[in-house]
């Protein structure tokens, strides 16, 4: 079981760039999530979705986009970066709404 | 709406002696929380959860919390620090799927 995995670990962007963050999962979790991690403002929610084809908006969902075809995969989009988006970027995933969540290694993201 | 308050950012301690770690949440339903900790360049693990079975929760590394309906405090313990216990720790608070993080503790274990 390799768990909740992120890809890549670390990337650099120049403003106005677009890429994705790739997020998988082996557990066969219905719920997954992405965090952003900056300093002094522990973890914020941007997208999450309870199964594949559903998705919703978290706490920080601007400048992002997801999408869930499969269950065992949620990308998120950077549309056009910004610096303001220089975060750690954490995927999670989960068997149920009130189960513990499994996160991935993060993504550390800079944009320039 | 819910929140999660982690009274201080950073916290000393010295080998041997106490650990708390202050929460205080906010829910206008029975709250499902959480305790977990991050080591440096890593993804979060969970350290505890409360899911009202018990109102003492014992979870990994000799932690534990009480959870505490009157103070609406969830506060996380260890008798005795390591230095391997150095790291950041976040509580947090589930609402459907969502979880609301605090601002995280940052741990330093003295020799």
């Known amino acids: 079981n390799a768990g909740v995995t992120q890809t890549p670990k670390f990337q650099v962007l120049k403003t106005g760039q677009s890429m994705t963050l790739q997020c998988a999962q082996d557990?066969?979790?219905?719920?997954m999530s992405w965090y952003r991690q900056d300093p002094g403002m522990g973890l914020r929610l941007i997208h999450y979705s309870v199964g594949a084809g559903i998705t919703d908006q978290g706490e920080v969902p601007n400048g992002y986009n997801v999408s869930r075809s499969t269950t065992e995969d949620f990308p998120l989009r950077l549309l056009s970066a910004a610096p303001s988006q220089t975060s750690v970027y954490f995927c999670a995933s989960s068997d149920g709404t009130v189960n513990e969540q499994y996160f991935g290694p993060g993504t550390r993201l800079t944009v320039t | 709406a819910q929140s999660v308050t982690q009274l201080g950012s950073h916290v000393s301690v010295s080998e041997g002696a106490l650990v708390l770690l202050r929460c205080n949440y906010s829910?206008?339903?029975?709250?499902?929380l959480f305790w977990y900790v991050q080591y440096p360049n890593q993804g979060l693990q969970l350290l505890l959860k409360y899911t009202s079975a018990a109102t003492l929760v014992k979870g990994i590394n000799g932690f534990e919390a009480e959870f505490k309906k009157s103070e609406t405090s969830f506060h996380l313990t260890k008798p005795s620090a390591h230095m391997s216990d150095a790291a950041e720790y976040f509580c947090a608070v589930n609402s459907w799927g969502k979880l609301q993080f605090g601002a995280g503790t940052q741990v330093v274990v003295t020799p």
């Open positions: 829910s206008s339903v029975p709250p499902y």
């Open positions: 557990m066969n979790h219905e719920y």
